[in-house]
């Protein structure tokens, strides 16, 4: 009786190597999301690191830039603080950087803020309160900034639609692959073997483009060369740009064209605005494109002063022929200019003759 007990209680053998198979995956799947756990923790803390880090090489680059006064480059740097310091644009800041404004309380504000034990983003965001406070307010001065007026208010594209037209740009039926681009303004940046182009996000209009022309086709002379810059500049959606000046390279040309506008009769040139083409002589064909200048500077209206002096009146001022003057817009002044071995500039509000240019 006692062993037939025994029999109908005892484990079946298949079912107790099933139990201990089964605590042995339960003792395995815990040890491995242990294990998982502490992996993702380690390259977690490292990826913070990591990131702290890209944070202050870029503070440290956005200081460095600003003691040097290269604005554009302090602009990039600053995108990356806001990027890896977890801030949120600092339009201020930027506004003030791109615009050349920048104060000594802006730096110093910037400069100082890591020695008091801060973050970037503390960092970052007191330079920008900073920088707030010593820019014209828009009811007072319109506009605070004054760069990419052009692009702000355009519609973002999407990257689709920017890689057409990077391809149509560079021409040849190449194929392009999308790189990531922290620069300012924003832009989707595109690469091939031998040529780059960025679009920008904001309207779509190309900002630079660089490709390498190689070849053997027919060696074209420098009319051609430039009849192709120019029809390459309206093919970028910049209208009535004038030709400023030409370089012969080894191999090609380099124009340097800027913005103009029309005033009255007359057409203005605007030197701060540059567009820089290069042409491949081999060909004709454009290899070099840099409209970073005429973006930045061109504004979405002109504030002109009055034209008191017109072109006769220019003319008796500077005791010239009024046919060799030409006039131009700087820094929100209009001046009739007379090039010679003297640059002799006749402001047209007010008569003063200057003998520099005031875009230099």
């Given amino acids: 009786m006692r062993k037939k007990r025994e029999r109908k209680y005892r484990t079946n053998p298949l079912v107790g190597a099933a139990l201990a198979l089964s605590l042995l995956l339960t003792a395995a799947v815990c040890a491995a999301s242990f294990g998982f756990y502490f992996y ?66 802006t730096a110093e504000a910037l400069r100082g ?13 007191r330079a920008d309160e900073a920088a707030g406070r010593a820019l014209p307010q828009e009811d007072d001065a319109g506009d605070a900034s004054g760069v990419w007026a052009t692009l702000r208010d355009r519609d973002e594209i999407g990257e689709a639609e920017a890689h057409r037209l990077a391809a149509d740009f560079v021409g040849g039926g190449v194929t392009l692959t999308a790189a990531e ?14 040529a780059s182009a960025d679009i920008t996000k904001a309207g779509g209009r190309l900002l630079t483009m660089y490709v390498y022309r190689h070849g053997g086709a027919e060696v074209r002379d420098g009319e051609v060369c430039l009849s192709a810059a120019k029809k390459f ?44 083409v290069g042409v491949c ?9 840099d409209a970073t200048g005429y973006y930045m500077q061109r504004p979405a209206e002109y504030d002109v002063p009055r034209m ?22 700087v820094e929100g002044r209009l001046f009739w200019r007379l090039s010679g071995v003297k640059t002799l500039l006749c402001d047209a509000e007010t008569g003063e003759i200057r003998v520099q240019n005031p875009s230099k």
Wanted: glycine content about 10%; some cysteine; overall charge negative.
């Fill in 308 to 329: 008191k002096f017109d072109r006769r009146g220019a003319s008796a001022q500077l005791g010239a022929d009024a046919e060799y003057l030409t006039p131009i817009y």
């Fill in 40 to 105: 993702v923790k380690r390259e977690s803390e490292a990826a913070l690191e990591m990131r702290e880090r890209c944070a202050y090489e870029a503070y440290l680059s956005l200081c460095e830039d600003l003691g040097r006064r290269e604005m554009r480059a302090a602009a990039e740097a600053l995108s990356r603080c806001e990027l890896f310091g977890g801030c949120a644009e600092a339009d201020g800041l930027r506004a003030a950087i791109l615009s050349g404004s920048v104060t000594d309380e």
């Fill in 281 to 289: 002589a081999r060909g004709g064909a454009v290899r070099f494109f």
């Fill in 233 to 276: 500049i309206c093919e970028a959606g910049i209208s009535g740009a004038a030709f400023v000046s030409e370089t012969e390279e080894a191999d090609g040309y380099a124009y340097v064209f800027c913005g103009t506008f029309r005033l009255a009769d007359e057409t203005v040139l605007c030197p701060g605005e540059t567009v820089k």
């Fill in 113 to 125: 803020a890591l020695d008091g034990g801060a973050t970037v983003y503390e960092a970052v965001k």
């Fill in 181 to 194: 681009s922290r620069t300012f303004p924003p832009v989707y940046t595109f690469l091939c073997k031998n």
